[in-house]
């Protein structure tokens, strides 16, 4: 798995609406169990400036830092 952000135009009709900070993220509704408790963060180094991901759900990753393995949320 992979974390994927694109811009929408509209909400889907299933997708999770996700209101903080006067940012408004839409969540597909496949991917809502294995994004609960998730947290996103913006980072800027010298190096590089990205989204980092903080999740619970997460159990690895790969070296290269764009694959990811991800359990769903227990209900």
């Given amino acids: 798995m992979e974390y994927v952000m694109d811009y929408a135009d509209a909400p889907a009709t299933l997708d999770e609406i996700v209101e903080d900070k006067e940012v408004t993220i839409l ?14 963060d ?3 180094t010298a190096l590089h ?5 903080s999740n619970p759900n997460e159990t690895d990753a790969c070296g290269c830092g764009i694959s990811v393995t991800i359990e769903p949320a227990k209900a």
């Fill in 42 to 44: 913006y980072e800027t």
């Fill in 49 to 53: 400036s990205k989204f980092v991901f």
């Fill in 27 to 40: 969540v597909d509704a496949s991917a809502v169990l294995f994004l609960l408790g998730a947290q996103i």
